[in-house]
């Protein structure tokens, strides 16, 4: 029997590194328990019903940015949880993520579609490392990023 998993980032600010992933992995902010908030509700208003629900709740302000997940409006991948950690990042991060950008495209057209999704990170906050050209047969060619946090990723 196959088991579900949930990729778990620690971060100095949660919020913010869970808007940047629900972005780059067309995800959605996970609402507070008991909520009927719809997959297409904006981020702002689920981070809004969550500064209710933690009011409610009696957790203090200073600690309500504390973490934050995303999750698959679909239903069928992953939970990404993001926990503040108060340490900063200090290395390579031993595990990354693979964000499968051009499923199904080889040569030039990947690369382009690569580049394309590259920009568009960028814009919302990742920084460009380094690009691989293709290497037939053992390499299609990919992107090397790193998110807000400094957490490195690969578009591929």
């Known amino acids: 029997m196959s088991r579900d998993i949930q990729v778990t980032f620690d971060a100095a600010d ?17 609402p507070p328990p008991g909520s ?10 689920v981070l ?9 709740a009696g957790v203090p302000p200073e600690r309500h940015g504390s973490a934050s997940a ?26 990354h993520l693979d964000v499968r950008a051009a499923p ?3 040569g030039d057209e990947r ?26 047969p053992m390499s299609g060619g990919h992107i090397v990023m790193t998110d807000p946090e400094g957490n490195e990723f690969c578009l591929d």
Do not use: H, Y
């Open 14 to 30: 949660p919020i913010r590194l869970s808007l940047f992933w629900a972005e780059a992995l067309d995800f959605v902010i996970q």
């Open 36 to 45: 009927n908030l719809p997959p297409a509700t904006p981020a702002s208003e």
């Open 48 to 56: 809004d019903a969550w500064t209710s629900f933690l009011t409610q």
């Open 70 to 95: 995303i999750v698959d409006p679909t239903g069928s991948r992953p939970r990404v949880f993001f926990q503040q950690v108060p340490e900063p990042k200090s290395a390579k991060n031993r595990v």
């Open 104 to 106: 199904g495209l080889d």
């Open 111 to 136: 690369m382009a579609a690569l580049e394309q999704e590259c920009e568009r990170l960028v814009a919302l906050g990742a920084t460009r490392v380094k690009r691989f050209e293709p290497a037939p």
